[in-house]
């Protein structure tokens, strides 16, 4: 079936300690801790360098993944670059509501985009620690993930050829729409999925920021989020019926829509711009579980997706990365397999946490717009309560900022 690729003068395919299949923060984060052990590994990407240095993603980083990321030696650059976020807005009923979280809590957001980290940690990785990578892989196919030999074949984008690579431990970080996934054995795990039954039109406009903070719009017409990533260019959000055609959506409607449902008293005009991205996201989440088959490990969107509602995708990855990196360094280097045998329990309460955050966020966000006035109801008295009651506002901050998670 393939052609093995071999170390020069031998015959047998070439072995890694590791496999990484993927290079998203999860990847390259478990690639460079292997890496500062002096542990061997591959990592397999099916994009181009330039294209996963360049996609343009958010990153809103929690503090504890920034400390994290910095003992790991990765969060140099970051933390030169990083804004801080320190306050939001809630409009509701045509008022605003600010939330100025880093004054009550002493805590902040780091936001910095995706693709700047992603940089940052292939440049660490491959050029500094001295890490093999492929990019522009094909056709990734995982061999034998329950056996004590997995391994991993791709097809090669210069020859066409289809080369394998043994391993101890394979590490699953492709993603969403990855293929590491499908090997878990599907009489022992899990998939648990819930879909929110709305869309998010997702806007990219050429336009600066209308507001000094992330602003959040729940309105009996729909959710309408405002989140400025530049001088130039601004993130809008508009709640529509999930599978929606975003052709739907020329520019004036979407303009007027975020002038009603950001509406409010004294909120300054929003500066309107040509839209360069329009895209609908069908809101859902999933987790599979335990995150662990045989030698395959998997992190990340790989493992489990939270609706972009409460920013906690990268965060959770990156909460994977560590325990997943530090979990194959002990039982490489000193024969200590704990981490590992604990690690899909470890990741899964921070994941299942920020799961049921993202859907009592969603209900206070959609509730409104639901059409049952019941659950309308119930999502302003959600409002009201977090307006009102200090005790709720600390809950909501903690779990908003993510600083009293287990893990
Ligand atoms: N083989 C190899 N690589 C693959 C394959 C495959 N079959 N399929 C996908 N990939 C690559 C993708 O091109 C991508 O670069 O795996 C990488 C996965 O990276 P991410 O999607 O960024 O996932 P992850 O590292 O888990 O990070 C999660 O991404 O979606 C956001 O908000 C989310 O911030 C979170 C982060």
Known sequence: MSAPFARA???????????????????????????????DCLVLETETRELVERRPRPGVVEEW??????????????????????????????????????ALTGHHHFICPQQSLVTDLVREYADVRGGEIRFGVRDVRLHGAGSGRPSVSYVCPGTGERRVVTADFVAGCDGARGVTRASLSPERVRLARHDYGVGWLALLAEAPPSSDCVVFGMHPRGFAGDM???????????????????????????????????????????????????????????VVEPMSFGRLFLAGDAAHLTAPIAAKGLNL????????????????????????????????ARVWDYQEFSQWLAEMYHGTASGDPYRAGAALARLRRLLDSPVAVAEFAERYLGVRTTG
């Not at 990765?74 to 979280?101: I, S, V, W």
């Not at 994977?320 to 200590?336: E, I, K, M, N, Y």
């Open 9 to 39: 003068g031998s015959g047998a395919p070439r072995g890694f300690s590791v496999v990484v299949v993927g290079a998203g923060p999860a990847g390259l984060t478990v690639g460079n801790i292997l890496r500062a052990a002096g542990v």
């Open 65 to 102: 993944a920034v400390r994290g990321l910095e003992r790991q030696g990765l969060a140099r650059t970051l933390l030169e670059r990083a804004q801080t976020h320190t306050e939001c807005e809630f409009r509701f009923a045509g008022e605003r509501y600010r939330f100025a979280y880093t």
């Open 228 to 286: 400025a990533r530049s001088p130039e260019v601004t993130r809008y959000y508009l709640q529509c019926r999930p599978g929606d055609d975003p052709a739907n959506w020329p520019h004036e409607r979407v303009w007027a829509e975020l002038r009603e449902r950001l509406g409010a008293a004294g909120a300054p005009p929003l500066k309107e711009g040509r839209l360069i991205e329009k895209r609908v996201l069908d809101m859902h989440g999933y």
């Open 317 to 348: 990855a990156l909460h994977d990365a560590f325990l997943l990196g530090d979990g194959l360094v002990a039982s490489l280097t000193r024969g200590d397999g704990s981490g590992l045998t604990g690690y899909s329990d470890a990741c899964l």
